[in-house]
């Protein structure tokens, strides 16, 4: 059984859908990225960027266990694994790692930093929000553009739209209205009622944090202790 480190969060969820896609058992070990579990020693063997999700397959390629961090490896490493939500060919192949990559080198990145201007920076600043939220809002537009052209990223449901669809649901918390994005809802609404999608976004789900951040959750995630990362013991230097 594999086992999945992960929480909550977009990141977390990709990986959740495609496992529950593929019918594939896992055990989840919780990261409570809030409370500093990323940098606990044992997990940092596996996820040596200190970020959720991280996997360990025990039956790993040429035998033995094998542990994977990056989503977008993990998604790739599953779709390999069962032979699913990956085209055959090689031009629907890299179309799938294509629109997986403007996953995970723009649409996390942007909608993470509009996130954090909008909800978690201790002041608001209006330059770094106008210039996230333009970012994200032409990101939303290549994705309707593309949408209204085929049924889902790579042309099939694949790894492509798992990696996108957990940013894109959350919309609302990026001040993006989905009405100006017709071909992305009617995307977002397909994937949202998949069964193995409403099952993966539950997972951990009474572990999400309501409501604000707390301090401490904000000096494990963009504070002192983030950043004292391999100086000692973080969470002796974080006072804790
Ligand atoms: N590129 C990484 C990003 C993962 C990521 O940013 N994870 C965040 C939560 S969504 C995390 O673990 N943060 C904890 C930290 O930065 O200490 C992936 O896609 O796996």
Redesign the pocket.
């Known amino acids: 059984m594999i086992d999945l480190y992960t929480?909550p969060?977009?990141?977390?969820h990709?990986?959740h859908i495609m496992l529950e896609e593929c019918a594939l058992p896992y055990k989840v070990i919780p990261?409570n990225?809030g409370a500093?579990d990323?940098?606990k020693p044992d997990f940092l063997k596996i996820?040596p960027?200190?970020?959720?999700?991280?996997m360990v397959d025990p039956d790993g390629p040429e035998g033995g266990p094998f542990p994977l961090?990056?989503?977008?490896?993990?998604l790739i490493y599953l779709a390999e694994k069962t032979a699913k939500f990956m085209p055959k060919g090689t031009r629907g192949r890299y179309t799938a790692i294509q629109w997986l990559m403007f996953q995970?080198g723009s649409v996390?990145?942007m909608c993470?930093q509009l996130n954090h201007f909008r909800s978690y920076a201790p002041e608001q600043i209006p330059y770094a929000i106008d210039r996230y939220a333009s970012e994200v809002n032409r990101l939303y537009g290549v994705m309707d553009k593309r949408l209204g052209e085929v049924a889902y990223l790579a042309g099939d449901y694949s790894i492509a739209d798992m990696?996108c669809f957990p940013w894109i649901r959350i919309h609302e918390r990026q001040g993006i209205d989905i009405g100006k994005y017709p071909n992305v809802k009617r995307w977002m609404d397909a994937i949202a009622g998949r069964p193995a999608v409403v099952k993966g976004v539950q997972v951990l789900a009474e572990r999400q944090r309501q409501g604000a951040m707390s301090d401490d959750e904000k000096k494990?995630?963009f504070g002192k202790a983030?950043y004292s990362q391999g100086k000692g013991d973080v969470r002796e230097r974080a006072g804790r």
């Not at 960027?49 to 991280?54: F, G, H, Q, Y």
Request: aromatic residues 12%; charged residues 10%; hydrophobic residues 40%.
């Open positions: 929480w969060t977009p990141n977390g990709k990986v990261i990225i500093g990323q940098f996820s960027n200190n970020k959720m999700p991280a961090f990056e989503s977008g490896a993990m995970m996390g990145p993470g990696a494990w995630l983030q």
